[in-house]
Structures are given as structure tokens and as C-alpha cells.
């Protein structure tokens, strides 16, 4: 056995230690392998990115493709068309694929419509810089003709009047005559969205203003608070200025394809029977760890932290079923966090613990800007390096991390803490490796020994359950992924 995948590589940012200081990777330690991911769950898709010659390329023509159906008859020479970009999708498969795809959204409005005055607007959420990052990284900013920016939740609002009264969204966001929803299908946060009305959100989130961001983390809580980017999505202000949407079509092991339509909740329907279908096997698969060793290892906040496709806050929730909308609150989100409090388990027993399965965290990298104390406090965490732990120190969203932390001089002093405590040589590493998950061999053994039975379970049992409550249809669903459904399934 030995390691196939290589970690997603680090990055300089603000929000990070320099790359030059990540010096051994979670995948180098000792007695690690990887598992394919096909090996774990065979009817997962064939990808078009990452390919056998890493060509890009397969994306454009995909993005072209998809847009083919696309009506765009209401974008004139003369008019504003804003492409609306989120943070999150810079961090899939290293980012590549989906700054690929804003170029060719682009591109094609430009070639199909003669408008000329096409902006991009990335949002992001509490890490206000990021995507001003990312622009530059990908030469957005050149492709765009100067006219890409990076807009935060702090910006300027505008009032939206809505079904549940006014919210606010970016000014930026909506300062065009139409808007193009450019977003993506990872699963990301199932632990808040509860994969119900996943294509919808970024207009809960990534184009409206803190305030309104609040109400979907703090105010409503989980599912619930789906209705804010919907009455938003729905209202006459956004409806008058939406031309289509535009998804990187993303699973586990790589980018699935493109999709575009006119009607997003027609999209929103095939982005939650992907969710359900690849991401939950994947879920509950990773549920099915008895324990283990969490090592942090990817250019991302912690709770961002990818393994098998999945971010590690879904992780420390996998002990109970995210996907199963009769299950109470998550384990871990900033709505549940206020349960806990000083106490070593939730206030109310309808919020079960964090996954008792993680014995122990190794933060071997990762970055700042997002609330992560939570993580420090319930799951014992070795933090590699004083640079990363005073990162940690001066960041006004992470004060009290390291007070729930110890530090360790390098990788491998730190694993070796973490077995001494932890009581266990399982170890998974978060380290954004794409077809497969970097794991110990004991873990290799034990994810290939039951896989067999979780793809039944969810085959049999789950799936039908979470179709039925979010109510579409399985037949039609289990379509995709197939040759006869490429682009819009």
C-alpha cells in the first residue's frame, strides 16, 4: 500500500501561515495509503476534470455545451450583465475548474448577445479578502477586463422586499440590468442547508449583507432559514433582473460536468438529487468510522477542511444522519453552538455530542477567518507550529482556539501526541485529495470492509427516505450521472 493522491497544495494567503512552512504533509506520515473512492462506492460518475491529462479544456467545452439551452434573448449590446461567483467554488479540485467556467459564462453571453458590459461580482463570507485572492490567482481580473471585484457581506446593502419583508442584499451584487447565478453543487455545509434548496442559498448568503447572512446562521437556525435565500431568489427585485444559472456539477472524485437553466429550481432539483444520491453515500460511509485521527491539512478554514469531497464540519456531525429531515438540530452548527455554552455536552438532549468517533485533531495546516473555536473546544487538537498557533492568537474570529489547544513542534510530534491519546492508529486526512482519501492502512481496511453494506443501506433505505421528504423522484433521479444525462440529466 501507499499514497496515490497528492494533498491540494498550499497556499499564500492572508488568511494562512506561508506555504513555506507546511513541511510534512498528513499524507507523509507513516503507514498511510490511499483508497480509491470508486473502490468505496462503484457507481460514482466518471469525471470530466480532474482527466488523464489534467486538460482544462474539458470544462469549457462542457460550460459551452450547457449553455447551448440556454435562453439569453433578454441580454441586449447596450445592457449591464453581472456573473454572481461564491468564495467556495475556487476551492473544488483546486479552483481551476470553476474560474473555467466564469471565463466561459463570459465569453459565450459576450459571442451569443453582443454585450460587451459583463462584470464579476464573487461574494465571500467572513473572510472579506478572499475572493480578491482568488481574482488575481486566476486572472479573472484580466478576463474580465478589470471589471472583477470581490464583494463582502459588509459592502453597501440594497433593500429587498420579500414574501417575510424587506432583507438586504450587495449593492454590487444587483447594480446590473441582469444577473447570472454562477455557483456550484458540493454539498458543502449540509450540516445548515440539510441539502434543501442547495442551488438557492448563495442568495441568502453570498449576495446579501451580514445582516441578512445572520438571520440563515443565527436567527432561524438550520433549515429553517432556507426560506430567507428563496423569498430573496423569489422577490420581484431579483426576478426582474435573473437571466439563468450557470452550476460546476460536482461530486466526491472530481467535476461530474455543466448545467444551466433558465429555471433554477428545475437546476435545484437535480443539484439536490446529486447531493443525496454521491455526497450522502459518502457521508454516511465516513459516519461509519468507529474512530480515527482527524488530521487538517488543505487551504481552508478549518471547518473547510476537504476528505472524500467532504468538508470536516460535515465530519464532526456524521454520527447522526445530516441527510435525514426528521433528525433534530446537527451536532455542529454556529445555531447549535449557542446549546452548549460551558458545558461538555449540548443543553438540550435533542442536540447530540460532536462525532465521538474523532478521538483527536492533528491541525497540521490550515487557515483563518471563520469562527473555529468550537472544533478546539469539543475534539482534543494538536496545532503544528507557533506561527500557526499565533495566526490563530491574533485572529478576532478565533481568540480563544488556542486556549483549547496545545502546539507541537512538527507533524510528527504532533501525530505521536495524538496516538498517545486518541488510543487509536485510524487516521484520515483532510487534505482536499481528489478521487480518493488519504487514510491510514487500519482505516483503508475498515472503509473497504463495510462500504459494502453502507451502498446498500443507502441504495435500499436512505435514499428512498430522503427523496420522499424532499419530494422528488427517485427513478428520475438515479439518472444521473449516466451517458444519456450529461448536461441537464
Not at 512552512?21 to 469525471?47: C, Y
Not at 474523532?358 to 473546544?377: D, L, M, Q, R
Not at 507557533?386 to 510530534?413: C, G, I, R, S, W
Request: charged share 20%; net charge neutral; aromatic share 10%.
Amino acid at each position: 500500500m501507499s499514497v496515490l493522491f497528492s494533498p491540494a497544495e498550499p497556499r499564500e494567503s492572508q488568511y494562512g501561515i506561508n506555504p513555506s512552512l507546511v513541511k510534512k504533509r498528513g499524507a507523509d506520515l507513516e503507514n498511510m495509503t490511499s483508497v480509491l473512492l470508486k473502490d468505496l462506492i462503484p457507481d460514482l460518475p466518471d469525471v470530466i476534470y480532474p482527466n488523464k491529462n489534467n486538460d482544462i479544456s474539458a470544462v469549457k467545452i462542457a460550460t459551452e455545451k450547457a449553455l447551448e439551452s440556454v435562453d439569453m434573448s433578454m441580454i441586449k449590446p447596450n445592457h449591464t450583465v453581472n456573473i454572481l461567483a461564491s468564495h467556495h467554488g475556487f476551492t473544488l479540485v483546486g479552483g481551476l475548474p470553476y474560474a473555467e467556467m466564469l471565463k466561459t459564462i463570459k465569453d459565450v453571453v459576450e459571442r451569443k448577445t453582443g454585450c460587451k458590459n459583463i462584470r464579476l461580482r464573487a461574494g465571500v463570507g467572513l473572510r472579506f479578502r478572499e475572493t480578491e485572492e482568488y481574482i488575481r490567482r486566476f486572472g479573472l481580473d484580466k478576463h474580465f477586463n478589470n471589471k472583477a471585484i470581490g464583494i463582502a457581506p459588509i459592502d453597501e446593502g440594497i433593500p429587498i422586499e420579500t414574501m417575510i419583508g424587506t432583507l438586504y442584499g450587495l449593492r454590487r451584487a444587483y447594480d446590473a440590468d441582469w444577473i447570472i447565478h454562477a455557483h456550484n453543487s458540493d454539498v458543502r455545509e449540509v450540516h445548515f442547508h440539510r441539502q434543501v434548496d442547495r442551488a438557492v442559498k448563495p442568495f441568502g448568503m453570498s449576495y446579501a449583507r451580514i445582516e441578512t447572512r445572520s438571520t440563515y446562521h443565527q436567527n432561524m437556525g438550520p433549515r429553517a432559514s432556507n426560506f430567507v435565500a428563496r423569498a430573496i431568489f423569489d422577490s420581484k427585485f431579483v426576478q426582474e433582473k435573473y437571466a439563468f444559472s450557470c452550476f460546476l456539477m460536482v461530486v466526491p472524485n472530481g467535476i461530474m460536468t455543466v448545467d444551466a437553466d433558465n429555471d433554477l429550481y428545475a437546476l435545484n432539483e437535480r443539484v439536490t438529487a446529486t447531493g443525496c444520491r454521491y455526497y450522502g453515500k459518502m457521508m454516511t460511509l465516513l459516519g461509519a468510522i468507529d474512530e480515527c485521527i482527524a488530521v487538517l491539512d488543505f487551504p481552508c478554514p478549518v471547518p473547510y477542511v476537504f476528505s472524500g469531497g467532504i468538508i470536516y464540519a460535515n465530519f464532526a456531525g456524521a454520527n447522526i444522519d445530516l441527510y435525514d429531515l426528521d433528525n433534530p438540530l446537527p451536532p455542529y452548527t454556529w445555531y447549535t453552538e449557542a446549546f452548549y455554552g460551558k458545558r461538555s455536552r449540548p443543553l438540550v438532549d435533542e442536540v447530540v455530542p460532536v462525532n465521538p468517533a474523532i478521538k483527536a485533531c492533528v491541525h497540521n495546516y490550515a487557515w483563518t477567518g471563520y469562527p473555529s473555536s468550537f472544533f478546539a473546544e469539543h475534539i482534543p487538537t494538536i496545532v503544528v507550529g507557533n506561527e500557526q498557533a499565533n495566526l490563530f492568537n491574533k485572529d478576532p474570529q478565533n481568540t480563544t482556539y488556542m486556549k483549547h489547544a496545545v502546539v507541537a513542534e512538527n507533524t510528527d510530534v504532533a501525530i505521536d501526541f495524538a496516538f498517545k491519546i486518541a488510543k487509536t492508529d485510524k487516521i484520515i486526512v483532510f487534505d482536499g485529495a481528489v478521487g480518493g482519501i488519504n487514510v491510514s492502512e487500519s482505516l483503508a481496511n475498515h472503509l473497504l470492509k463495510v462500504a459494502p453494506s453502507i451502498n446498500e443501506k443507502v441504495e435500499q433505505e436512505l435514499l428512498p427516505k430522503w427523496f420522499s421528504q424532499r419530494g422528488l423522484d427517485l427513478r428520475k433521479a438515479l439518472l444521473i450521472g449516466s451517458k444519456e444525462a450529461a448536461v441537464n440529466y
